[in-house]
């Protein structure tokens, strides 16, 4: 059973790990260049203990990452939900690709830019509205 609606769900994971991939052409410059040594960090560090330590940029795409595990989950339940049910064509499909447009652009400008009012919200409003839609018509689907 082929569901159109799975190709924007795998181009969304395949974006989440492209900036993933921008995270370490970033951070581990920006590490080099401040002189820490990643051998001398204390156990279980993690990626936000470099907030104020590098440069905020840097920590741009590392934000935008975790952007891309929060509302997007609700995404691919989603998609899952609305394949299952056989809907995954038409109509649903083409929200499914405006929410994953959207949220790419959204990346791009918050990774390069970052000026929240009024883009990046507009942007984060604007795939909000289309995962709406994909509700409303998964419910509508199941009821």
């Known amino acids: 059973m082929h569901s159109a609606i799975l190709l924007p769900a795998a181009v969304l994971v395949l974006w989440t790990l492209v900036v993933l991939i921008g995270i370490l052409f970033t951070r581990f410059p920006a590490i080099a260049k401040s002189g820490m040594d990643l051998k001398n960090l204390a156990p279980g560090g993690r990626g936000q203990d470099l ?3 590098l ?42 690709w405006a929410y994953v447009g959207l949220r790419i652009i959204h990346s791009i400008w ?22 709406l839609a994909l509700t409303i018509n998964a419910l509508r689907i199941l009821l």
């Open 110 to 131: 918050q990774v390069t830019v970052n000026t929240i009012i009024p883009v990046r919200f507009t942007l984060f409003a604007l795939s909000t509205f289309f995962l």
């Open 55 to 96: 440069p905020a940029n840097v920590q741009w795409f590392s934000h935008n990452y975790t952007h891309l595990h929060e509302q997007p989950t609700l995404f691919y339940a989603l998609v899952a939900i609305i394949a299952i049910a056989g809907a995954g064509n038409g109509l649903n499909a083409q929200l499914a």
């Open 51 to 53: 907030e104020g330590v």
